[in-house]
Structure formats: C-alpha cells, structure tokens
C-alpha cells in the first residue's frame, strides 16, 4: 500500500461517524462548571442572578470602574463607545448607537456588562454591582429617575425606547418564496396592445424644430405685436379675419356637423391619440391635460385645478372660445396654433378625424 493511499484511509476512518465516538478522554462536564459558563439572560428574564442595585451606588462603581473609557456621563472617552444619548439618531448618516437609542433589551445590557465589562477585566463585578451599573446606565439615558432600583423582581418591568425597531427577520418565508418563483422569459402575457407610439405622444424633443421655431419667434419680436389666439396664418385653410376676437366672435353651434352615430364612433376611434392625456365623462380627471367635458364652444383654459402653460391661460383670459373653427385649427397643430402651449402633441392631420373628434368631443361630454 503506498504512502498515499495510508492516508487517504486514515482521513476517511477519521471523518466517518465512528470518530464522533468517545475517544475515553477527559469527563463530562458537572453542572457547577456548567453553571459557571451558563451565564447568558434573555429578554424574559431567564437566566437572571437574584440581586439588586440602585442608581447611586452604580454611579460610584461606574466612575471608578467604567468612565475612564466610556465617559463620566457615558459620552465616550476618546474613540471608547459611547452608552448613552443618540435617541432620534439612528436615521442619521452617522447614527449614534447607544444602549439608549438602539439596544433593543435591558437584558442584553445586563448580559454583555456581567460577562464582558470592565475591559481588560471581565467578570470580576458581582452581580449585584451589575445591577447598579445597569440602573446607572437607565438613569444616564433618561429613562429612569435617580432614585430607581433595579432587581431581578422588576428587570423585565424595564424597557429599552428601540425595542420595537427591532423585527424578526421573515426573509425566508416572505421574500424568498417571492423571489425564488421560475421567471417567465417567453409569451409571459397572452397578447400585447398597442395603444400610443412615441412618435404619436410626441416625446422625443425635436432639437432642430425646437431651434426653428427660436429662431421663427426672435424674428417675430421684430415684427409688430401679433394676437396670441389668431390661427398660424400659415395654415391656408383657417385664416383668421383680423376682427374675429373672441370676443366678438359668436359661438357658432349651427356649424357644428351634425352629430352622426357613425361619427362619433370614429371620432371616439381618433380620441385614443389624445387618451394618454386627457379623459372626458362622469369619471374624467385631470391627468397630463386637462378634463375636455365641455370644451366644444367652451372657453379655453377654463378647467378648474388644471396648471395650464402660460399661453393658454392668456388665450383663455383674452375670451377665447374652442369653436369649432378655434378647435379645429388648435388640433391640427398644437404648437403652430398657439405658441408656448404644453400640449405636446403632434396634431391631427386629417380634417375629417377632427370633424370626427369633435363630434365625440361633444357627444361624450358630460
Ligand atoms: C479599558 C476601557 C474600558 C473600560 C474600563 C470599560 N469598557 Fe466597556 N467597552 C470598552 C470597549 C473597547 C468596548 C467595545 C468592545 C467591543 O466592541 O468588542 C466596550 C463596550 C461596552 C459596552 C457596549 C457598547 C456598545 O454599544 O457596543 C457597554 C455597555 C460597556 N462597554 C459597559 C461598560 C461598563 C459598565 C464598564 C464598567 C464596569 C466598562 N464598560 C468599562 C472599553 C472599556
Ligand atoms: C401628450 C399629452 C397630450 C395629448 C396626446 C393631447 N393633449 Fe390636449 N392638452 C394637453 C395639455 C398639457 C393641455 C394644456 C395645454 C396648455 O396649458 O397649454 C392640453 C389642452 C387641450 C385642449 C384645451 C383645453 C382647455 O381647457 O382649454 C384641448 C381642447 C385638447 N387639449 C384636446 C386634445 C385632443 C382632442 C387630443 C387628441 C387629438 C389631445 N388634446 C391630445 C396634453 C395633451
């Protein structure tokens, strides 16, 4: 048998269960010597010496014993920790973690103190003396008068103010089974609906329209002052007469088409362009725009609790009412028609969509 194999059997003798057999040396430990290392207490009190200490005999204790590394009144000697202060600290950048602002258990307080303070020369206190020091710790936090004794009858009376801030910890019952679930990575939902397109919503800021319409509006400062609400005298179709202010403008209902069940339905069809923004009936809401119950023949910029952009709020101070001419020349260019209004949108190209539209403007108007 070479070297080697000697001791691959002997490492696999050694990890096999017999090895966990007694190997005859030492005895059981005796309950006295367990007792001795048995030392820890738990937040319902068990494990507690009996014994008493109260705030004035823990203050002497403490000044002799503690304060040389943790401060006469807790705040940390140097860069020794500090026991107390730091309530209200621990949303902080820098949190102050103190007996006081975040230990959740007297017990813990009492534990770590009776097995592990003074440092350097741990368990040499008695468990009285852990008492006192204790109590002194409740007093230098605020939480307990000068004349408070502590004992192992009223230890579990005490409450630390984080007790709450700590939970337990459901990770595994509650985030793993959520997250853990096989990913679905192919025809995940049964059909997809396209209802608006960028390019529609007019998203994508247009640099080089955006400098046009700069540089088309500096040479127009040059130019005497035009009327915000007049129709772009681009647009042939809808010139605007010079007189035609909105004031004196009549609201015009007899030319209005007439409502046609088939139009509407083709108009409600053309109001999913405007869907993303706007919703009218009973429910509607002011969302990217604003509510358009009543908007055909009703004053611009009126809606209540709509921000409207600064353009539009003066065409609606100036009387401006959406006609049917008014609306018509607004909706087939939002911006060409009203410079400096926040409707981003495009515009409706076909004049009979926008028949269409209005006619179910007015139809589902609520
Ligand atoms: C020689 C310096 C020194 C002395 C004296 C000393 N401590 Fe400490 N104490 C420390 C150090 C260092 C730590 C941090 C230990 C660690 O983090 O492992 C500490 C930690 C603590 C903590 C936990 C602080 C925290 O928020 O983590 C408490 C409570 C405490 N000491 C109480 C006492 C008491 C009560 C006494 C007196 C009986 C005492 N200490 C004496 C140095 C000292
Ligand atoms: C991208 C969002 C958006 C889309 C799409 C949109 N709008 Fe608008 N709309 C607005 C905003 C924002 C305003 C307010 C304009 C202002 O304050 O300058 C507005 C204002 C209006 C007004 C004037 C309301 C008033 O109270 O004076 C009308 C009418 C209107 N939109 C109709 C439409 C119609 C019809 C469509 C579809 C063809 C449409 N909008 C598409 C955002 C949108």
Not at 221 to 234: G, K, L, N
Request: hydrophobic share 40%; aromatic share 8%; net charge negative.
């Amino acid at each position: 048998m070479s070297r080697f194999l000697k001791l691959a059997l002997l490492a696999s003798t050694m990890a096999s269960p017999l090895a966990a057999e007694p190997l005859g040396l030492g005895r059981p430990a005796t309950p006295e010597e367990v007792a001795v290392w048995d030392i820890d207490v738990r937040p319902d009190g068990l494990g507690l010496p009996e014994g008493s200490g109260d705030v004035a005999t823990g203050d002497g204790i403490y000044t002799e014993k503690c304060s040389a590394c943790h401060g006469v009144f807790g705040e940390g000697a140097g860069r020794w920790p500090v026991l107390a202060g730091g309530q209200g600290s621990l949303t902080d950048a820098r949190p102050v973690k103190t007996v006081g602002s975040y230990w959740p258990y007297l017990s813990t307080v009492f534990d770590y103190v009776h097995r592990a303070m003074p440092f350097g020369d741990a368990q040499s206190l008695t468990d009285d003396e852990v008492y006192a020091i204790t109590a002194y710790l409740l007093y230098l936090n605020d939480e307990v008068d000068e004349d408070f004794v502590l004992s192992s009858e009223n230890f579990t009376e005490a409450r630390l103010p984080n007790e709450e801030g700590f939970v337990p910890d459901d990770r595994m019952e509650i985030e793993f089974p959520a997250f853990s679930k096989e990913p679905c990575m192919t025809d995940c939902k049964p059909e997809v609906e396209i209802t608006m397109r960028a390019a529609v919503l007019d998203v994508t800021p247009e640099e080089t329209a955006a400098k046009e319409a700069a540089e088309k509006a500096e040479a127009e400062t040059t130019e005497p002052a035009t009327e915000e609400a007049a129709s772009d005298p681009t647009t042939e179709e809808a010139p605007a007469p010079e007189e035609a202010t909105a004031e004196e403008t009549p609201v015009e209902v007899a030319e209005a088409p007439a409502a046609d069940p088939a139009m509407i339905k083709a108009g409600e069809k053309a109001f999913r362009k405007c869907k993303s923004c706007h919703q009218i009936g009973a429910k509607a809401k002011n969302r990217v725009g604003p509510v358009l119950n009543g908007i055909v023949d009703g004053p611009a910029g009126a809606v209540e609790g709509f921000r409207y952009s600064k353009a539009m709020e003066a065409a609606g101070e100036e009387g401006l009412v959406w006609s049917h001419d008014e609306l018509s020349a607004f909706l087939a260019d939002p911006k060409g028609y009203m410079k400096g209004t926040k409707m981003s949108f495009r515009g409706v190209r076909k004049e009979e969509d926008i028949d269409a539209l209005i006619a179910y403007l007015r139809d589902a108007s609520e």
